[in-house]
T-cell receptor, first 113, second 111 residues
Framework: DAGVIQSPRHEVTEMGQEVTLRCKPI?????LFWYRQTMMRGLELLIY????????DSGMPEDRFSAKMPNASFSTLKIQPSEPRDSAVYFCASSGTDRTIQYFGAGTRLSVL | KNEVEQSPQNLTAQEGEFITINCSYS?????LHWLQQHPGGGIVSLFMLSSGKKKHGRLIATINIQEKHSSLHITASHPRDSAVYIC?????????????FGEGTQLTVNP
């Protein structure tokens, strides 16, 4: 199994631009999580999906952030418009159910200039 | 307030030493995770436990529900164990599967 696949690995963009981060969970996993990691705040859950349905999005910072999971094998996290304070590493994780071990992708390092 | 505290924040050891990293939390939980973040940034789940003790190779995780405390032990530490170790819990009060993370413990094992 290839594990959780995230793309791109690195993204550098200018303030105001739209950013789309992508995630392919492990096949057969029913839960998908988006996390953000910064030096100041550590790891934070942004949103998670169960069976493609958003369950808890209370961690999404503001309306500029949106996440979708159109099918069981793909999810996106979009930031529009991006701001320098969005610079962070964004991790996607998946698990068999929402109560089991989570497997993390390699992360996307986002820099907004 | 639902909090997770780890100690120590930084730990330096010599190869072969026995390592203990601690995690305390404020209220009841339904599960606790130990994660390892490598210097390159990748995150690996080490354990998920809700009671007792789990062992995998040189790693041992224990949890005491009454004391709201968990420990991660590494026996015969090796330089390749150098990483950030993160404790994360799912509080009973929290609906769904939201995890609350500790700040992490930076472990450096010198040869």
């Amino acid at each position: 199994d290839a594990g959780v696949i995230q793309s791109p690995r690195h993204e550098v963009t200018e303030m105001g631009q739209e950013v789309t981060l992508r995630c392919k969970p492990i096949s057969g996993h029913n839960s998908l999580f988006w996390y953000r990691q910064t030096m100041m705040r550590g790891l934070e859950l942004l949103i998670y999906f169960n069976n493609n349905v958003p369950i808890d999005d209370s961690g999404m910072p503001e309306d500029r952030f949106s996440a979708k999971m159109p099918n069981a094998s793909f999810s996106t996290l979009k930031i529009q418009p991006s701001e320098p304070r969005d610079s962070a590493v964004y991790f996607c994780a998946s698990s068999g159910t929402d109560r089991t071990i989570q497997y993390f992708g390699a992360g996307t390092r986002l820099s907004v200039l | 307030k639902n909090e997770v505290e780890q100690s120590p924040q930084n730990l330096t050891a010599q190869e072969g030493e026995f390592i203990t990293i601690n995690c305390s939390y404020s209220v009841g939980i339904s599960a606790l995770h130990w994660l390892q973040q490598h210097p390159g940034g990748g995150i690996v789940s080490l354990f998920m436990l809700s009671s007792g003790k789990k062992k995998h190779g040189r790693l041992i995780a224990t949890i005491n529900i009454q004391e709201k405390h968990s420990s991660l032990h590494i026996t015969a530490s090796h330089p390749r164990d150098s990483a950030v170790y993160i404790c994360a819990v799912r509080f009973v009060e929290t609906s769904g599967s939201r995890l609350t993370f500790g700040e992490g413990t930076q472990l450096t094992v010198n040869p």
